[in-house]
T-cell receptor
């Protein structure tokens, strides 16, 4: 299997639930990312991991908690979410986040609905 | 602040040519990317420009003018499968990607 794989594809959760999103990359990349995509808005960077260390946290609420156990796997743990957190959550990887020209490779995303 | 502007939606006819514009105001510049995203799917990389000029890749070409803060993506011989959103993103001086909101391209027969 190649590329970036995200599970689940769809998730519906209540505001009191706890769930986790999973991402796996088979490209040998050094960096992994979580993005939030809402309709008609630019992609919002949430977290960046480079060589398994978090290098970016763009003021994301603490109800989102990332975990990067190794360079191939990335998780986003969710708890006590709000309805406005409903969006498409995209995972991506790249060879080197500090190098120009290194494109992102995205997974198909998890469509999250918070009820 | 940093800003990327691109049209929200465009419509074109199968077989025709369409140009999707992107203007940017960022803190520094280390290159500009175009991505294609079909509905319900992952964005996929189309092109990267860091020097002025036109880069051609089959039916798709991307142009950059750094002095004008301007890029366009040119799609020729449009096919129905080109219906998608096209995302423009600029790498700023800190190697942070600044994204536009995307242009939804509708192709009509």
């Amino acid at each position: 299997e190649t590329g970036v794989t995200q599970t689940p594809r769809h998730l519906v959760m209540g505001m009191t639930n706890k769930k986790s999103l999973k991402c796996e990359q088979h490209l040998g990349h050094n960096a992994m990312y979580w993005y939030k995509q809402s309709a008609k808005k630019p992609l919002e960077l949430m977290f960046v991991y480079s060589l398994e260390e978090r290098v970016e946290n763009n003021s994301v609420p603490s109800r989102f908690s990332p975990e990067c156990p190794n360079s191939s796997h990335l998780f986003l743990h969710l708890h006590t979410l709000q309805p406005e957190d409903s969006a498409l959550y995209l995972c991506a990887s790249s060879q080197d986040p500090g190098q120009g020209g290194s494109p992102l490779h995205f997974g198909n995303g998890t469509r999250l609905t918070v009820t | 602040g940093q800003n990327i502007d691109q049209p929200t939606e465009m419509t074109a006819t199968e077989g025709a040519i369409v140009q999707i514009n992107c203007t940017y105001q960022t803190s520094g510049f280390n290159g500009l990317f175009w991505y294609q995203q079909h509905a319900g799917e992952a964005p996929t990389f189309l092109s990267y420009n860091v020097l002025d000029g036109l880069e051609e890749k089959g039916r798709f070409s991307s142009f950059l003018s750094r002095s004008k803060g301007y890029s366009y993506l040119l799609l020729k011989e449009l096919q129905m499968k080109d219906s998608a959103s096209y995302l423009c993103a600029v790498l700023d001086s800190n190697y942070q990607l600044i994204w536009g909101a995307g242009t939804k391209l509708i192709i009509k027969p």
